[in-house]
Structures are given as structure tokens and as C-alpha cells.
């Protein structure tokens, strides 16, 4: 009885020991599923606090804030198979959008957010 037990242990231990760093991850890793880390600069041009959203199948996904005249840097989670949206939300009601950015990996998205959003739309590249 204790021979098969020590068999057993031993069966398992030695499974358990080839799985170490061996073989993809069952469940799937970030990279694994087409998504990286884009980085995202927006150039606040407005005197306004502006809010940042990436826009992602219905979903908004808060990047951070950018105070008036200022620039921020953001990364968030992405699919490059997704076309890159964006939008800018203004503390005093009004907002843009910057949407169809095609993204690469390690590619920077770039935004400017003009000083009049009235007069001026959001711009947005990759670089």
C-alpha cells in the first residue's frame, strides 16, 4: 500500500514539475488575445479641463484628465484589430471626437484638442 502510494506522489510531483514555464497559458494571455499597451498623448490647447475616453464597441473607457493647457500621457488596454476612438469630454458641457486611428504596436496615438472647440475640431494621428 505505501509503495503505490509513493508511486502515485511520485507521478504527480513529476507532472507537476514538467509544467514549470512549459506550454501556453490555458486561459489565454493578453498577448495572446491581440491586445497591447497603447500610449496615448493628448495636447490640451483649450483652457478647459478636458476628460479622456477611448471608445472601444459601445464601451468608454476613462483615460485620465488633461488640465487646460497642458499635455497628458495615457496607456490603455487595446485589440489592434480595433480601430482606435477617442473622446474628449469638457468640464463646461461640451466635448469631440477623434475616431478611426488605425493602431500598430508600439505605435503612440497622438490628439490635439483645440483652444475653440466651436470653431475647431479635435485631431488625432498616429505616430
Known amino acids: 500500500m505505501r509503495a503505490i502510494a509513493t508511486v502515485c506522489a511520485l507521478v504527480l510531483m513529476s507532472g507537476c514539475i514538467g509544467r514549470l514555464g512549459k506550454g501556453p497559458d490555458p486561459f489565454g494571455s493578453r498577448a495572446e488575445q491581440g491586445r497591447e499597451q497603447l500610449r496615448v498623448e493628448i495636447q490640451n490647447l483649450n483652457f478647459n479641463d478636458a476628460t479622456v475616453f477611448a471608445l472601444r464597441q459601445g464601451q468608454r473607457i476613462r483615460l485620465g484628465e488633461v488640465t487646460g493647457k497642458s499635455d497628458g500621457k495615457f496607456t490603455v488596454e487595446w485589440n489592434l484589430a ?7 469630454d469638457f468640464v463646461g458641457g461640451q466635448s469631440c471626437t477623434v475616431g478611426g486611428i ?9 490628439i490635439q484638442v483645440p483652444a475653440d472647440i466651436g470653431m475647431s475640431r479635435c485631431r488625432g494621428s498616429r505616430r
Open 82 to 88: 480595433l480601430p482606435v476612438e477617442f473622446m474628449i
Open 102 to 110: 488605425p493602431a500598430d504596436p508600439g505605435s503612440t496615438i497622438w
